[in-house]
């Protein structure tokens, strides 16, 4: 508003708003003009169909005995519920075709080059030894997978477990902490040394001192980067 009124644009502006708002006008009366034309017709259908069909029957010959009528009466009241939510159907449609046009378009503009490695804010630890979880499939690389313990701060927990890293740690991992699975998930993630790297709040179950090891002292972000 300053700088409306410090250049002088303020009848310029009005006369701009004004034709927008006629223009606004404009298409809330078609609008609604349509909507009450289509409410009649909506509404009046029914008489509509009946009558015409009536007339027909009558210059085409065909008996009008009360027994074709209540026919003809009962068939319509059959079929016009089903016409009734022939426009919301296609209302329906015509959303979900916009919707599903939207959605693929943002998801095709999205672009993945390399390997991803994802880290939830839930830990998932499969059933088998500390190692397996860790490794997932990949082959053992012993330098590169002592850096990936001590930077994940799971040199000490390890040493704890009765077998070390080939310790079982069962269904889901029930025999370890909240901390010791998003740690061991978050070593997962580093040893297969992705491109890409999707970090989901990976600090959530871990103590503040261990977050703060895992991120200053160990330097674990860096180490994906």
């Not at 740690?183 to 103590?207: G, K």
Request: one cysteine or more; charged letters at 15%.
């Amino acid at each position: 508003m300053k700088i409306l009124k410090l250049y002088a644009w303020e009848l310029y502006f009005n006369r701009v708003i004004e034709h927008l708002r006629e223009l606004e006008l404009k298409c809330l009366s078609e609008f609604q003009l349509g909507k009450a034309y289509t409410s009649v017709l909506f509404w009046a259908s029914p008489a509509l169909v009946s009558s015409a069909t009536f007339i027909a029957c009558y210059f085409l010959g065909v008996p009008l005995d009360p027994s074709n009528v209540f026919t003809f009466v009962a068939a319509q009241h059959l079929v016009q519920d089903p016409i009734n939510h022939i426009p919301n159907v296609i209302g329906s449609v015509i959303q979900a075709r916009v919707a599903y046009s939207q959605i693929s378009e943002f998801l095709v503009q999205i672009n993945v080059s390399g390997k991803v490695a994802y880290v939830s804010q839930n830990a998932w630890i499969q059933s088998g030894s500390v190692q397996d979880n860790i490794l997932f499939g990949s082959t053992m690389d012993k330098p590169r997978y002592e850096e990936t313990l001590q930077r994940c701060s799971l040199v000490y927990d390890l040493e704890n477990l009765p077998f070390g890293d080939l310790t079982q740690v069962g269904e889901r991992g029930e025999t370890l902490s909240g901390g010791q699975k998003q740690r061991i998930q978050l070593a997962r993630a580093l040893y297969c040394d992705a491109d890409i790297y999707l970090l989901d709040d990976p600090f959530s179950s871990v103590d503040t001192h261990t977050a703060m090891c895992l991120f200053n002292v160990y330097g674990c972000l860096s180490f994906s980067a």
